[in-house]
Structures are given as structure tokens and as C-alpha cells.
């Protein structure tokens, strides 16, 4: 403890995790790990670039090879060039050329013809880098998000609970279309740079050996710069994700379609346009300081390069004239010193990008790295098996939120039989879909067990688990796809039978409305695609979730608040199905209208997490107590007296 009574700070470490030196004896090993992160995390982008496009990473490492190659042989050719034109000029002004004047031309034409297909190199090896970089990135971002969407189709429910987890999906979902490829390239621009600045060197040491030195020492400066301020740059986006969310955000409520309505009508709409300016401004006032820095600090630093080299084409000059040399190898050395100077910049912007880029890829790593928890603990998990009865059983279940510390539900003991037609009653917030969350293993618990058919019911498969369950949860999905779609999606597994498709609809009384769109079942729903798209209501959008329900065959069925959008006949007629097709299922409901509650063989009222009554509606009306409460409360509305 300091003197504040304060916990010791903890060591500060970097993006990558590596803890910074304290002592200086520490220094050589904190160098050698961010060499070595460097390197894994540059080698992870290649081996991406692999997995997507093989054939397109070959053949941009050959184009990288011969893009280092090409300068020095043009080079070499505009030497040769100028000193033959020289010669010519020579002889002609003292009258010594011969009379065939194809013999003298001969070998300038044939010099003039390789500098024309050197040119042509060039040229084609400028397109076909871009074509293959360009479709080479399109495949690779594709990839990606390939990578991405799987994972996130594996990660456990709970993770889209914690900020920390968007954090790491926004940043990784962002740099998936660009940061590999243009990482990748920046590899390859240092490489082609490499390859070109040591021929170059070698080149120019035949007449200073020191000359190199100078050009890239005074490139140092600038690159020392460049990476300061990549990693400040990192590290203020980094800090700002939360900024970059928010105005995110108050963009897409703006032109989300589904909620103009009510962005209009309530005024809304200067108040996040003021928000995202707000939010914009402090943002975008740091960043900028940053450039302006950035670029102040380049231009000084740019100046000394400058006048470095000048001094150099001086001294190039003075050594050409001293050694007596031809006007080519004026032209080479300069050429010589020009190249050396554009290449260690390339080589330390390019070294730079990349270092920046593979910091940001960090992002991708660590949201890759994230793992399930959601999975069986038994070596060899248990098959569910389909088509029979099934119990479940609460014991001592309690359950929070990730990164919270009130318990939601609290030391749940609750049994459900097979046949069981089972309400869950009680107020907004009471702990109703969190228990049918942790019934269908979208959760674990945090403390107790679950029991399905007498088995842990973390010991199961997890698929085969999903598919004993047809559910409606009250956010159902509102799919862009035809209205046979949205109900076949129930059970993906088995091929699309358009008579069960049919027969599932009726059941939710959806195949009349189905009936008067413009193609029947094959019309496309929502307007996001297609024109002739149809907007359902919300309560058509209710009617086909239930169809999708029904269509799958399974052995429990759990609606939570699938008829909140239904008016009361269509209601009536919805339980009516359910109570005729479920006889012989578990079934568990998730209602506000307690009417639907009568007939079911079990009632559960739920209150701050906790079971406060369990039975039939008789019995707890008898009892006078929670239920009653809320019962007589809701019958008091519709019927305008006490009941």
C-alpha cells in the first residue's frame, strides 16, 4: 500500500498483453516479444490469405519478386541508353560516325526496344498487382466474415451480454474487409523495397560506400515518427470504441426503417442528430490534434531528409566529374540514390502500416480466441432422445448476468412432467424468460442443476438438445426471406415440405392472410430486397412465429408471449390448436393474459426471481394470494368491476 492507502498499480502492459519494461535489464526481452508478436500476428494474416486464395498469395508473392527486380534492370538499361546516345553525339560532332547508319543505330535501337518492353513490364505488372490485390482482398474479407459469422453462431448467448464481447465483434467485423489484404500487401511493398534498396546499395557502393549509410540514416527520423504515431493512433481508437459505437447508433436509429414512425412523430430526430455531433465532436477534436502533431512533425523531420539528400547528388556529381565518368553513370547513381531514398521510405511507412495493422488484427485474434462454455461435460455427450416423454427438473437454481451481481432467479426448485401444460405468470421482469433461457441451455446456471430426464442436463449434445425444443420467444425473428421460408426455418433440418408448410399455417390461422399476398407462400416478405416485398402487421408476423412452432415436430413446446400482438379471438383460436396438438407434449407458456392460464395443468407465478405459487388456477384461487391478486386485477379491466 502507498500512502494514499491505494492498491499498487497494476504493470502496464500493451495491447498485445506484453507487460513494458521497468528496468532496463528488462529491455532486450520486452524488444524480443513484440518482435516475436509482430511475427505471429503477421503470420496468422498469411496463413488467412491461405486458407482463402492459395493460388492468388503464389502469385503475388512472384509479382512482389519481380516488382523488387524490374528498377535495378531498368536502371542499368537508362544507363546504357544515355551513354550510347552520348557516344553518338560525341561522334557525329567529330565526324567519325560511319556511313551505315543502321550499324551505328543498331545498338541504341536495340537498347531503345528494351527499355520499351521494360516499360511494358511495368505497366502490365502495375495492373496485374492491383487486379490480383483487388480480388484478392474481396476473397480474403469474404473469408473473414465467413470466420466471423461461424464463430459468432458458436459463442455462448451469455457473450452478447458483455460490452467487452461487442467491443471485440465491432472492431473485428471492421477490420475483416480491409486490414489483412492491406496488410499483406504493405508485406509484400517491403519486400519488393528490400530486394530493390540492397541492389541499389550495392550499385552505389562501387563509388561511395558510404553514401547508403547517409540516406538511410536520415530516414530513421522519419520512421521512428511514423511508428509513434501508428500506435498513438491504435491506441486512440481503441480507447474511443465506445464512441465509435455510440455514433453508430444514433446513425441506424435514424434510418431504421422500423423506427421512422416513431422517430417522426416523436420529434426524435434533432435530439440524435444533436447526440451524434455530440459524440462526433469529441471524437473527431482529439484525432485531429493527433494528425496535425503527426503531420507538423513529419514535415520537419521531411526537411532534414531533403536537405540530406541534396547534399548527396552534389557529392554523386563532384565523384562522376573526379573519376572522369560517363553521363550514364551520372544517371545510375543518382538513380542509384533516388531509388534508395523512395525505398527506405516505402520500406518504413510500409513497416509501419504493417505494424499498425497487425495491432488492430489483435482485435480479430482475440474475438477468434473466445470460447463457448455452452457445451456438454460429459467425454461422450448424451443423445437426447426425440419422440418420447420428458422431465425436467430445477433444483436449487440460481442464476446473474455476466458481469452482474443480483442473482435473477433465485434457488429455483421446479419440476415439469411429461403431457404438462405449464403457464409462467408474473410481472414484467419477474425472471419468466430467463428460466425458459437456462430450460433450453442457452444459459447455465450459476449455482444448481437442471435435469433432463434425470441426466445433468449439461451432459446432453448440445444440437440434438435444441432440437427436442419448438419455441416462439416474444422477439421473434422477422425474417427478409417468403412467407414458406419464415415458417420452414422452424426446422431447417429436414427438406422444405410445402404440405406440412401449408398445414402448419392453418394451424395458426396464418394460411388465410398467406392466401391474399401477391405469390401465396413464395412471396418475398419486408421491402429490404425486393420491391414486391410485403409488410406484414405485427400480428401476421405473430401468426406465421406460431406456424413456424407448429411446423416443427418437437417434444417440448415453449411460447414465450406468442400471442402478445393477437387480438382475443385470434388468440382463443391459436391456445385452442396448441392445447389440441400438445396433449401428449410438455408444454410451457409464457403469458401477461392470464385467461390463457385456466386450463393449464400447472400455473407458476414468479416474483423477484423467486416461485411464490405453484397450481392449478382453482387451487390458487382458493389461496387468495399473488395469482388471485393478478387474476381478479386483469378480469377488472375487461369487465370494469371487481372480481
Known sequence: MNGLN????PPRRQNDGIKKPERLSEMPGYILNLVRGFFTRLFYIVSLVLEAAPALLFLMVLLCLLDGILPVIGAYISKDLLNEVAALIGATASGSIAEDIFVTMRPLLFLFAAYFVFLILRKVMTRLNGMVTNIAGEKVANHIRLKIIGKANTVDLASFDRPEFYEKLENANREAGMRPIQILSATFSVVSACISAVSFVVVLAGLSPFAPLVIIAAAIPGAAVNYLYRKKSFHYIRRHSKERRQMTYYSEVMINKDMAKEVRLLGLGDSFTEKYKK?????????????????????????????????????????????????????????????????????????????????????????????????????????????????????????????????????????????????????????????????????????????????????????????LFGIIFQDFGRYAETAADNIAFGDVGRKQDMGEIITAADRASADEFIGRLPKGYETPLTRLFEEEGIELSGGQWQKLSVARAFYKDSDILILDEPTASLDAIAEKEVFDRFTELSHDKLTVFVSHRLSSAVSASKIVVISGGEITEVGTHEELMAKKGEYHRLFTTQASRYTGEDV
Do not use: W
Open 6 to 9: 491505494m492498491p499498487p498499480r
Open 279 to 467: 459524440v462526433f465532436k469529441k471524437y473527431y477534436e482529439g484525432l485531429k490534434r493527433l494528425i496535425v502533431k503527426e503531420g507538423v512533425t513529419q514535415l520537419i523531420v521531411g526537411l532534414v531528409s531533403s536537405l540530406a539528400s541534396c547534399l548527396l547528388f552534389i557529392y554523386v556529381a563532384y565523384k562522376v566529374i573526379y573519376l572522369d565518368g560517363e553521363i550514364g553513370d551520372y544517371s545510375l547513381y543518382t538513380g542509384a540514390l533516388t531509388s534508395i531514398t523512395g525505398y527506405v521510405t516505402t520500406l518504413l511507412t510500409a513497416t509501419a502500416t504493417i505494424y499498425e495493422g497487425t495491432l488492430f488484427i489483435n482485435n480479430m485474434i482475440d474475438f477468434m480466441k473466445e470460447e463457448p462454455t455452452v457445451v456438454p461435460t460429459a467425454a461422450k455427450p448424451l443423445k437426447a432422445k426425440k419422440g418420447s416423454d420428458h422431465t425436467i427438473e430445477f433444483k436449487n437454481v440460481s442464476f446473474r448476468y455476466p458481469g452482474t451481481k443480483k442473482d435473477v432467479l433465485k434457488n429455483i426448485n421446479l419440476t415439469f412432467a411429461p403431457g404438462d401444460s405449464v403457464v409462467l405468470v408474473g410481472l414484467n421482469g419477474a425472471g419468466k424468460t430467463t428460466l425458459i433461457k437456462l430450460l433450453t441451455r442457452l444459459y447455465d446456471p450459476t449455482d444448481g442443476v437442471i435435469l433432463l430426464d434425470g441426466r445433468d442436463i449439461r451432459e446432453y449434445d448440445v444440437k440434438a438438445l435444441y432440437d
